[in-house]
């Protein structure tokens, strides 16, 4: 299900003294199963991008093609859309709201009008995926940790089984071990359920180890589109917007300006390991 | 639909309005709002239009944000008005069916209609040009002498800085739960009343949810900043009369003048 945006701009509050541009003339194209890094410091737009992907925003020029068909044409059916798009918020404290988990994530595939064994299958699937199990099923969200709360939250967009998931920085405010879970659950939930996967963030080291694809916002306009040592390349630049390349670039550019003969788009730990080692071993 | 209530939302600007002392707006929309009720006339209602229209003016707020707080009570405005128009005894104009216009009730329907509307936009100006804190700053300082009588005036005024400060931040917040649950199919806006109703608690829940959590973390802060109350406490910014101020309050008093002289020689009134 490929996604099309052509000439998206959106404006905030138009008409008022608050008036902002918050997207200026985004085009961009997102295959099927891709894996893609938005990233932007605060206000950067990527929030408000990725709510028009499911119709939640509305463009105030530009339109968004959805499997070729415009979100926007008449009779186009936006419930559907976000069944096929799925977005998971920053907050999960947003969506939770019943006393059990299993129900809460039942809300969605219910309101696609599923019978009732069809809903109860999907949620537990969900959960399985997201790695709750039974025991789960019956707990409030409320008393869950925050990891376990983003998860259920996830698992609550997962049960509408949709094409495309887009998280808007899933791992906020998280530990660096409930943030390398619930990256890794992602990588994994692309590769065995073949869906395409939008991950918000502002933080490259969070998206470097998973994405193929990274695509960079500076004040609602497209700065970089491209593979992430493509990206990384940039790290000058990506500093003056407010970003910087993940702490590994800069350490293989230091060695490479020391004359190692290293690989400088090596961007996560193991694989600047690696690199470093076979240089090592060659010398 | 949680955007259109104006009152409590500030609008930035640096108009002669703006810059005024919290207390001399609060008097002054009193002033203002009594007199509405007192001069019922349409000598008097043109003379409030006309103050209205220059302080709107003076301002320099865009009008349309007035007339937003309107709409918010518009079937308040009618239920009002019908009530009136159907239930004041007096001599009968209109009869059909069970239903009687009578002229009072007329009369008082259309009266009602101009309190109303005049009131909304009158306070409407009063905070859109001023900040919540300075509102109730102004209220503190205004109401001190109550506290002789043992009246919790500071506590009264800090709770009200809290609720209007925490307007803007849960609406925001409940726009973006609806998003969330909108994302989630959620569907707020068909069925009948039950079905709509029920469609409320998955928003309901996680604003109360953090609405008490964030009013956790405000009393948590406070404590941590060695909030005790109002006894002894100093302000940044005190209230000082300025010129402007004392002008403005000439300028009541001439506004009470004039609607005065108006009641007396050039009272217009509703030809019924």
Redesign the interface.
Known sequence: MPIRIEHLSYIYGEG??FEKKALDDISLEIGDGEFIGLIGHTGSGKSTLI?HL?G?NKASSGRILVDGEDIRSEGYSL?KL??KV????QYP??????AEVLKDVC??PH??GLSDEEVLARAKEALAAVGLDESYYEKSP?DLSGGQKRRVAIA??LA?KPKVLVLDEPTAGMDPKGRDEILALLKELHESQNITVILVSHSMEDVAGCVSRIIVLDEGKILYDDAPSGVFRHARELEKVGLAAPQMTYVMQALLKDGWDVNADASTVPQARDEILRVLNKG | MLKDITLGQY??GTSIIHRLDPRVKLVGTLVFIISLFAFGSISAYIVATAVLVIVIRISEV?PKFMLKGLRAIFVLMLITALFNLFLTPGTVLVRFWKLTITQEGLRMAIHMAFRLSYLIIGSSVMTLTTTPNQLTDGLETGLRGLKKIHFPVHEVAMMMSIALRFIPILMD?TD??I?????????FDSGGIIKKAKAL???L??LF??AF?RANDLAMAMEARGYHGGEGRTKMKPLVYKTRDYVSYLLFVLYLIVMFLTRKYIKIDFPL
């Open positions: 008022t003294s709510q499911n939640l419930k976000r069944g799925g977005l998971v918020f404290e947003y969506q939770l709201f019943e809300f969605g309101n696609q409320f609550g967009i509408m | 609008y930035p865009p917040e973006k739960i998003r969330a649950q909108e994302a989630r199919g959620a569907d608690v998955p928003l829940v996680p949810v953090a959590r």
